[in-house]
């Protein structure tokens, strides 16, 4: 069977040994090691205001403190998306509201987000899902013309672009995730890529109970309580080792993901995503629109390939049920499918794909 996600972890050769000196170093919190992953990640993405965290939960909860959302406050957010995009919201008391997608992409639309501004409107949060970019010439505009912050969720999204640039380097607050399955993992972290310098001083204060650990432990002085969310240097020597490899895995996904858009748009039955200007995916999974899903999906399925949908629409979570109407996600969500993309899926294995959804279902 070929899976639609997969954990990718260096050859043993060269990711115990650098494990094995870590934990055994005398230091395996955050330390040497965490501040040259953070380096070179910055270096990455092409912005010097990155910071690691355990987790990309832990960076979205980061940039929604460091807006300073709270009760009687509103986030405006999209239900196409993981659940942590909109717990952590939840967490700090804010309320949702839910802007309906594109209906051609299932990506936040940014007619329905102007639609729901309000004075109490505090972010707005935007999700890159499945690696593929949001409108954000459009975003961008009415972030400007309102006032308001935006919050790239790019969990899906590493070494996607933007105007050329990779993610990371646009919106105030861009939030990237290293958990198990994503294009990168150090088994589980974050990144949050900032854009202003003092933010950037006190996102490193949130995330290690609100102290400096530029100033000695005992000279220290909180004034305001952060959590325990610092990576430390044994995921840190994972990513350090995990990038050597990142950039040969993610332009597999991207290949396969260009394979697809090619060989695909004129197979019957299934409609192709368009990008918005300016924007490059990262294929994270690749999606496309099928007819008759049920049958597109158990097709796939008895001829090895695992095609899917992958998360619940959150507003079918109680804690997020809401009122607003979302008219295209209710039809995007009964017709988009996510196909194997990835740094396992061979250049046998996406011809075979290609083939099985051209003789049809
Ligand atoms: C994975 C994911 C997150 C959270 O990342 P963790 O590292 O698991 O905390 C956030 N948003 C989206 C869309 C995700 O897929």
Same mark, same amino acid.
């Given at each position: 069977?070929?899976?639609?996600?997969?954990?990718? @972890? &260096?050859?043993?050769? =060269?990711?115990?040994?650098?494990?094995?000196?870590?934990?055994?170093?005398?230091?395996?919190?955050?330390?040497?090691?965490?501040?040259?992953?953070?380096?070179?990640?910055?270096?990455?993405?092409?912005?010097?205001?990155?910071?690691?965290? =355990?987790?990309? $939960?832990?960076?979205?909860?980061?940039?929604?403190?460091?807006?300073?959302?709270?009760?009687? %406050?509103?986030?405006?957010?999209?239900?196409?998306?993981?659940?942590?995009? !909109?717990?952590?919201?939840?967490?700090?008391?804010?309320?949702?509201?839910?802007?309906?997608?594109?209906?051609? $992409?299932?990506?936040?639309? &940014?007619?329905?987000?102007?639609?729901?501004? $309000?004075?109490?409107?505090?972010?707005?949060?935007?999700?890159?899902?499945?690696?593929?970019?949001?409108?954000?010439?459009?975003?961008?505009? #009415?972030?400007?013309?309102? +006032?308001?912050?935006? #919050?790239?969720?790019?969990?899906?999204?590493?070494?996607?672009?933007?105007?050329?640039?990779?993610?990371? !380097?646009?919106?105030?607050?861009?939030?990237?995730?290293?958990?198990?399955?994503?294009?990168?993992?150090?088994?589980?972290?974050?990144?949050?890529?900032?854009?202003?310098?003092?933010?950037?001083?006190?996102?490193?204060?949130?995330?290690?109970?609100?102290?400096?650990?530029?100033?000695?432990?005992?000279?220290?002085?909180?004034?305001?309580?952060?959590?325990?969310?610092?990576? =430390?240097?044994?995921?840190? $020597?994972?990513? /350090?080792?995990?990038?050597?490899?990142?950039?040969?895995?993610?332009?597999?996904?991207?290949?396969?993901?260009?394979?697809?858009? %090619?060989?695909?748009?004129?197979?019957?039955?299934?409609?192709?995503?368009?990008?918005? +200007?300016?924007?490059?995916?990262?294929?994270?999974?690749?999606? @496309?629109?099928?007819?008759?899903?049920? %049958?597109?999906?158990?097709?796939?399925? !008895?001829?090895?390939?695992?095609?899917?949908?992958?998360?619940?629409?959150?507003?079918?979570?109680? @804690?997020?049920?809401?009122?607003?109407? /979302?008219?295209?996600?209710?039809?995007?969500?009964?017709?988009?499918?996510?196909? &194997?993309?990835?740094?396992?899926?061979?250049?046998? %294995?996406?011809?075979?794909?290609?083939?099985?959804?051209?003789?049809?279902?």
């Amino acid at each position: 069977m070929i899976p639609l996600v997969k954990p990718f @972890l &260096p050859p043993k050769e =060269n990711l115990i040994p650098r494990i094995e000196d870590i934990l055994y170093s005398g230091y395996i919190s955050e330390g040497e090691a965490v501040y040259e992953f953070e380096d070179k990640f910055s270096k990455l993405i092409g912005n010097p205001y990155c910071i690691s965290v =355990n987790s990309g $939960t832990a960076a979205l909860h980061i940039a929604l403190l460091l807006i300073g959302a709270g009760t009687g %406050d509103e986030v405006i957010s999209t239900a196409l998306t993981a659940e942590p995009t !909109n717990t952590t919201i939840a967490l700090t008391g804010a309320k949702i509201l839910f802007a309906d997608v594109d209906i051609n $992409t299932g990506l936040i639309d &940014p007619k329905s987000i102007k639609n729901l501004i $309000t004075e109490r409107t505090k972010a707005i949060m935007v999700v890159h899902y499945a690696g593929m970019v949001c409108d954000m010439d459009e975003i961008n505009k #009415i972030s400007k013309k309102y +006032n308001i912050p935006v #919050i790239e969720d790019a969990a899906h999204a590493l070494m996607s672009k933007y105007k050329g640039k990779y993610i990371g !380097n646009n919106s105030a607050y861009t939030c990237f995730s290293f958990q198990a399955i994503k294009h990168m993992t150090t088994v589980d972290g974050g990144f949050l890529c900032l854009k202003n310098r003092d933010e950037y001083i006190r996102a490193k204060k949130l995330r290690w109970f609100g102290l400096d650990k530029k100033t000695a432990r005992l000279k220290n002085n909180i004034k305001e309580a952060g959590y325990k969310y610092h990576m =430390n240097n044994v995921n840190a $020597t994972i990513g /350090l080792v995990q990038m050597e490899h990142l950039n040969n895995n993610v332009l597999k996904y991207i290949s396969n993901g260009q394979f697809y858009d %090619d060989s695909l748009k004129n197979a019957s039955g299934v409609t192709l995503i368009p990008y918005y +200007n300016n924007t490059e995916p990262s294929y994270w999974l690749y999606t @496309l629109k099928v007819e008759r899903r049920a %049958d597109f999906i158990a097709n796939l399925q !008895n001829n090895g390939i695992t095609a899917s949908p992958l998360h619940l629409r959150n507003d079918k979570h109680a @804690l997020f049920a809401s009122k607003c109407k /979302l008219i295209n996600l209710d039809i995007f969500y009964e017709e988009f499918v996510h196909i &194997p993309c990835g740094w396992w899926v061979s250049n046998e %294995d996406r011809h075979k794909i290609v083939e099985v959804i051209k003789k049809g279902w």
